[in-house]
């Protein structure tokens, strides 16, 4: 059994920050790949950063600049530092790891909310 435990969503105004952390525990094998999605109200699930476990990182074009995604391998933990947020970074974020065998593990998500 594997869980994710995600924090730090809530409501900011537009320019503020706001930093999310996920910490994975349980019976999971080696964790490669950690990333961050996001849910906008009424769109899919999109991808918003990804991290290997070298450190290399990516970026959705809309969040590069502002966010900052990073990890602690013996803690098996991923943040996404958000910065310069705006109204359209509002929605229910999701951390995603994925073990070297391939396995996939969701955390339930957080709310975030940025206000005009």
């Known amino acids: 059994q594997v869980q994710l435990v995600e924090s730090g969503g809530g409501l900011v105004q537009a320019g503020g920050s706001l930093r999310l952390s996920c910490a994975a525990s349980?019976?999971?094998?080696?964790?490669?790949?950690m990333a961050w999605y996001r849910r906008a109200p009424g769109k899919q699930r999109e991808l918003v950063a990804t991290?290997?476990?070298?450190?290399?990182?990516n970026y959705a074009d809309s969040v590069k600049g502002r966010f900052t995604i990073s990890r602690d391998n013996a803690k098996n933990t991923v943040w996404l530092q958000m910065n310069s947020l705006k109204p359209e970074d509002t929605g229910v974020y999701y951390c995603?790891?994925?073990?070297?065998?391939?396995?996939?593990?969701w955390g339930q998500g957080t709310q975030v909310t940025v206000s005009s």
């Open positions: 995603k790891v994925r073990d070297a065998v391939g396995g996939d593990y």
């Open positions: 349980g019976s999971i094998f080696s964790i490669n790949t």
């Open positions: 991290i290997t476990r070298g450190g290399s990182t």
